[in-house]
């Protein structure tokens, strides 16, 4: 007993770790006041490029780095799209989902002999080193290191949204950004920052799937994971701990898709219905929740200098 509640702890810790970056990402973003419903596109790219690099140099810590990077770089279209032009940002965030398989379809067939997927990688370190606990129920608790990173992501951008000016700036810019650029805060910038930033995290979102969990990149390796987090954020109020536990939460229905659909179990359910869990999860949180969860007050308005 003990041994199978170790293991769903084990495996919700892990499985929630792409999704608490995919919707920090989208708190970020959207407390400055952009709709960033991108994050699926964002954290592809991030998932393969976080594979190639860790593929081609053998280390995983920068093929981590890199997800980052790719992260920002199409972020950077949807900040163009939405900020600079004014863009419905809901429709420029469904063109970064659209994009974001693609290209990385692309550019694994031209990196990989024309294969839909990458060859196993180098993966990211345990928290507690390999094989540690091995042979106890503990073993299940030494999870990969980046269930670590994400929860230091959490507080480290609850404290600077919350107790640091630049959080103030960010959240004024969200909520009434004419009353922002009186007091001589530079809107545009702000939300720039912000979007690359979401775009950064989404990255880094993307990497723990396929630097922690499956160790390459293949077509369903995000498969929905940012549309889930995207629930998160409205799930948890656009909060970081808020967005934090709800993605615990749906990392719990993926951990009993994993457990109940193992070999060992004694629950026996079609692989579809377990499959399905937690999308339907997801729904039923929006219907519930969607209404009653106050976005910032700006969220998905463009900006321009001048109007109020």
Not at 211 to 239: D, E, M, R, Y
Request: net charge neutral.
């Amino acid at each position: 007993m003990l041994t199978s509640i170790l293991l769903l702890v084990g495996i919700t810790m892990m499985y929630s770790t792409p999704l608490v970056f995919g919707a920090l990402g989208g708190v970020i973003s959207e407390r400055s006041g952009v709709i960033n419903i991108g994050i699926e596109g964002m954290m592809t790219m991030g998932a393969l490029t976080a594979a190639s690099v860790s593929y081609y140099t053998g280390n995983p810590w920068l093929g981590f780095l890199a997800a980052g990077a790719a992260g920002a770089a199409i972020a950077l279209l949807h900040a163009i799209a939405s900020i600079t032009f004014n863009a419905d940002q809901t429709i420029s965030g469904i063109a970064i989902n659209l994009l974001g398989p693609g290209f990385a379809l692309f550019f694994c067939r031209l990196l990989f002999d024309n294969a839909a997927m990458t060859p196993p990688v180098k993966t990211l370190p345990k928290l507690f080193g390999e094989n540690a606990f091995h042979g106890t129920p503990a073993e299940s608790l030494n999870v990969d290191v980046t269930v670590l990173l994400a929860l230091i992501a959490t507080v480290v951008i609850w404290f600077v949204l919350y107790k640091t000016k630049w959080g103030l700036r960010i959240r004024s810019v969200g909520e009434y950004p004419a009353a922002a650029d009186t007091l001589g805060i530079n809107v545009t910038r702000t939300r720039y920052f912000c979007v690359l930033m979401s775009g950064v995290m989404a990255g880094f979102g993307g990497a723990s799937m396929t630097l922690a969990i499956i160790s390459q990149f293949n077509q369903t390796a995000i498969s929905g994971q940012g549309f889930i987090a995207l629930a998160a954020v409205i799930f948890g109020k656009w909060t970081p701990y808020g967005a934090y536990g709800a993605c615990m939460l749906f990392g719990l229905a993926q951990a009993l898709t994993v457990v109940l659909g193992g070999s060992d179990s004694s629950v026996t359910l079609p692989s579809q219905i377990l499959a399905m869990l937690p999308y339907v999860l997801t729904i039923i949180v929006l219907v519930l929740f969607v209404g009653r969860s106050v976005a910032p007050k700006a969220d998905g308005v463009p900006y321009e200098k001048g109007e109020r």
